[in-house]
């Protein structure tokens, strides 16, 4: 079993792009989350999809957006970066179901913005 | 709203001492509390979970326990390792359906031999 995987690992785009990231979750598992874990801090959730609909998001402006696949595996889209975008990004996978339940993470895509 | 506060780091301890790392959360609801660790250049991992009142996660001689009258999680374990130098991060989740996880800053820990 692969796990959760996330490509690139490592990213550099200026100021004023767009970038895309992207993942595939372990095998199994239905639901994926994507995290922005700024340096020295803790992960932050962004939004979370499940059967290719959005079901939760946190507190980030609609410059972020995503997408789930048939095969589960989810986009997150960034338009009109900022300096401030600049984090290491996490997918989590996971079964919708259970109190509890064992969220997986990738090792994550570093972005840069310069 | 959902916050975990968990203490300022680093720690630092000689191989096999005893590991303590305060967690405090408040929550709308009833949480189910988790620590994850994160090894240089990875990804997090659960290193263990407890799901209602009085129980306890353990894994890897790592244990803590859901504490419902102080609203706390602390991590410990009895002799720490080189091996166990990481960043910890206490996380809470409320059941809505839908898991997300709300984590703390995470505390890092440095082992020396």
């Known amino acids: 079993d692969a796990g959760v995987t996330q490509s690139p690992t490592h990213l550099i785009k200026t100021r004023g792009q767009q970038v895309t990231l992207r993942c595939s979750p372990k095998s199994g598992h239905d639901t994926v989350s994507w995290y922005q874990q700024a340096l020295g801090q803790g992960p932050q959730f962004i939004f979370q999809y499940y059967e290719e609909e959005e079901r939760q998001r946190g507190n980030f402006p609609d410059r972020f957006s995503g997408h789930q696949f048939p095969n589960y595996s989810s986009e997150l889209n960034v338009n009109a970066l900022l300096l401030g975008d600049s984090a290491l990004y996490l997918c989590?996978?996971?079964?919708?179901?259970?109190?509890?339940?064992?969220?997986?993470f990738g090792q994550g895509t570093r972005l840069t913005v310069v | 709203g959902n916050s975990v506060t968990q203490m300022e780091g680093p720690v630092t301890l000689s191989e096999e001492a005893f590991l303590t790392i305060n967690c405090t959360y408040t929550a709308t609801g009833y949480p189910s509390l988790f620590w994850y660790v994160q090894y240089p250049g990875e990804g997090l991992q659960l290193l263990l979970k407890?799901?209602?009142?009085?129980d306890k996660g353990s894994n890897k001689g790592f244990e803590a326990t859901y504490r419902k009258e102080t609203t706390s999680f602390h991590l410990e374990k009895g002799s720490v390792q080189v091996s166990d130098s990481a960043v910890y991060f206490c996380a809470l989740s409320v059941d809505t359906g839908f898991q997300k996880l709300v984590f703390g800053t995470g505390t890092r820990l440095l082992v020396s031999p």
């Open positions: 989590a996978s996971s079964l919708r179901r259970g109190r509890g339940t064992e969220a997986f």
């Open positions: 407890a799901t209602k009142a009085d």
